[in-house]
């Protein structure tokens, strides 16, 4: 029996990854070798895969009696057994199939935060897909499986079976080593090996990518990653975050300085948007024809835009992590889901300590990612949707919840924009009312699937696709500004609409540059008008040069830079949960795990990134800004 499932499923592994190579195949290039190598290491995986599955039911077989082998008892153990392997089987079959039309990929961490966030997860694929008919659908292929099974007689040669003990061991046994040398010497990351995504993926998987990542969560930089003389990478960053305006506090291992302003310091209220999703492409302003985002567009025509500015990340903690905090994103989770993670230097305190009250808000419930953990633990009052308390909150700021009464349309991932930008309406009359500058952090969520929106906003049927919820998504921005457009607090307080990260991550390299391309726009600036930055920057420089628009002088601990600086040279810094990108003009230099270096030439035109070897500062200065930030986080360096 146990062969007959190892054949059946390897079966069904290749053709769910000659389905997902024939799906992918205009997105890149196969050659005849390529398509080899994806088979070969996927057949070996698979083979991985299957001796985990089979392995509690080998050593079962090992111990069970020979005279318990016809007993009832050993029939509806191995009925059971198989239907149960076989359900699993098809289940992440279903799974890997839907997570790649997501995320063009096999299983990888965002799919272990899936498994940990089963409210929000469950019932996103509920009002995404028809669960009931999908759940039955894999118990009716599954019984499919077991009746052919049944058919081709292997239960019955199972229990006519008078396997020796010594030969039962000997194929148990086969089973055990092959399985703990799988465990112990086939990494994940053998399939990484090839300079195409794509190519990678498909030779993964599922199974065993989902275990790998549960395994490597979080990645310590000083083990996996190059390393140089820690005396060296902090003189290297120092070097770089060093501006005119800018002073050290410290001269060990800190980047803690002083920031003097220009002029007189303004201080207006600063309320920021971080919209889910929001690819730079689909606006307009960008080259999209498809007049998604009319709003966006005509705001980017009269405002402050960024037109050069790029994630960190390619998930919403990591957006979160770059606009609160200002760093490099550092391997593994990020900080935000992080132990040790509050009473940081972030944003907010600044803001604090210039005297305003600061917010975060969010239409789902904000314990999902430890987003009201981090932000409270950090001085932020919450406003969520609410519905958990997380074992280990112990955040003192206030929480308020958005109550049903102020609710007009809800899905998985929380409450329409419409409606949470209506409690950051409330909330800000009532802040005007006690006389308190406020600094509000807004997370949206309609831009996600399952794409609903409330009917009758927009001429496109909700949940019929991401561009209904883009124009949903643009038309409530667009609602907000004109209601708060007439509010008494409006003329002093500035708007800030960005993006968390780009809609898909996706693309033939495994940093794909373009995919990290985000908007930013800021509204009622005083005396701005229309103006463009086009030099290359990050989000974490978003705060820096707002600051020194505002005149500010504060301590600065963040990596971000003031791009309007006459020194200041472009540079963007991006990553997923392993690889970690330094682009500064045209040069490259990727880091990755088992201290690997790889380095391109970037042509922006064309998105392309052609293999260059080169040495020197770039490379030092790509390590000195990761080895640094993780070193500051955990060493407390990024605390008050």
């Known amino acids: 029996m146990l062969f007959s499932f190892v054949a059946v499923f390897i079966a069904a592994s290749f053709l769910i990854r000659l ?6 195949i205009e997105k890149t290039g196969f050659s005849l070798l390529s398509i080899l190598r994806i088979f070969t290491q996927g057949l070996i995986y698979d083979l991985g895969v299957s001796s985990f599955l089979a392995l509690a039911y080998a050593i079962y077989l090992l111990v069970l009696p020979q005279r318990f082998i016809q007993s009832w008892f050993n029939i509806f153990i191995s009925y059971a057994g198989l239907f149960f392997m076989v359900t699993i089987v098809i289940f992440s079959f279903f799974a890997e199939l839907t997570f790649w039309q997501e ?35 894999v118990l009716a292929i599954s ?14 040669t199972t229990f006519q079976s008078d396997t020796s003990l010594k030969i039962r061991g000997m194929i148990s046994g086969f089973i055990v080593i092959i399985a703990l040398l799988y465990g112990f010497f086939i990494n994940n990351s053998w399939a990484e090996e090839g300079n195409n995504r794509y190519h990678n993926e498909l030779a993964k998987a599922g199974i065993y990518s989902i275990f790998s990542a549960f395994k490597n969560n979080e990645l310590n930089y000083n083990q996996f990653y190059k390393l140089l003389d820690k005396p060296e990478a902090y003189r290297l960053i120092r070097s ?70 790029y994630a960190t990340g390619t998930r919403t903690v990591r957006g979160m992590e770059a606009l609160s905090l200002a760093v490099p994103p550092t391997p593994g989770s990020s900080i935000v889901r992080r132990p040790n993670n509050d009473s940081l230097t972030t944003i907010g305190n600044i803001f604090r300590k210039a005297g305003y009250e600061q917010t975060f808000y969010y239409g789902g419930d904000g314990y999902f990612d430890n987003m009201n953990q981090y932000f409270g633990g950090n001085g932020y009052n919450i406003t969520d949707r609410g519905r958990k308390i997380m074992a280990g909150d112990h955040y003192t700021t206030k929480r308020t919840i958005i109550t049903d009464q102020e609710v007009h349309f809800e899905n998985a991932w929380g409450i329409s924009d419409e409606d949470l930008y209506q409690t950051v309406v409330s909330n800000s ?50 609602q907000f500004i004109l209601q708060i457009s007439h509010k008494p607090w409006f003329k002093n ?37 229309k103006r463009e930055i086009n ?38 810094l991006l990553g997923t949960y392993q690889k970690l990108a330094y682009l500064k003009k045209d040069s490259l230099v990727i880091l990755s795990p088992q201290q690997q270096i790889n380095t391109f030439i970037y042509h922006k035109n064309t998105n392309e990134q052609l293999p260059k070897s080169f040495s020197g500062r770039v490379i030092k200065e790509a390590i000195a800004n990761y080895q640094t930030a993780y070193d500051l986080f955990k060493n407390g360096g990024l605390h008050q």
């Open 493 to 529: 307080t500035v708007i800030i609409i960005v993006a968390d990260h780009c809609a898909s991550s996706a693309g033939k390299n495994e940093i794909d540059i373009s995919k990290y391309h985000i908007p930013c726009i800021i509204l009622n600036l005083p005396n701005s008008g």
């Open 143 to 156: 019984c499919l499986f077991l009746w052919l099974f049944i058919r081709m007689g292997v239960f019955k």
């Open 19 to 24: 389905g997902l190579l024939t799906a992918t």
């Open 535 to 572: 030099k290359v920057c990050s989000q974490i420089d978003l705060y820096p040069t707002l600051f020194n628009l505002f005149g500010w002088s504060y301590e600065s601990n963040l990596y971000g830079k003031d791009v309007l600086a006459a020194g200041y040279v472009p540079r963007a």
């Open 429 to 478: 009359d009532e802040q005007f009312k006690r006389g308190i500058p406020f600094y509000s952090f807004v997370m949206t969520t309609s831009n996600h699937r399952p794409f609903t929106y409330p009917a009758g906003k927009i001429n496109i049927p909700s949940g019929t696709g991401r561009t209904g919820a883009l124009r949903y998504t643009d038309y409530a921005i667009g």
């Open 103 to 137: 995320f063009d990929s096999r299983f990888n961490f965002i799919a272990v935060d899936y498994l940990i966030y089963t409210y929000e997860v469950i019932h996103n694929i509920n009002e995404s897909y028809p669960l009931p008919l999908l759940i039955g659908g």
């Open 240 to 309: 770089q975050l060093l501006e005119a305006n800018s002073t050290y506090l410290n001269n060990n291992s800190s980047i803690k300085r002083e920031i003097k302003g220009k002029g007189p310091a303004f201080k207006p209220n600063v309320i920021m948007i971080t919209v889910e999703s929001l690819s730079a492409d689909f606006m307009a302003h960008f080259g999209n024809r498809e007049n998604l985002t009319p709003v966006l567009d005509g705001l980017a025509e009269t405002n402050l835009l960024f037109t050069n500015m």
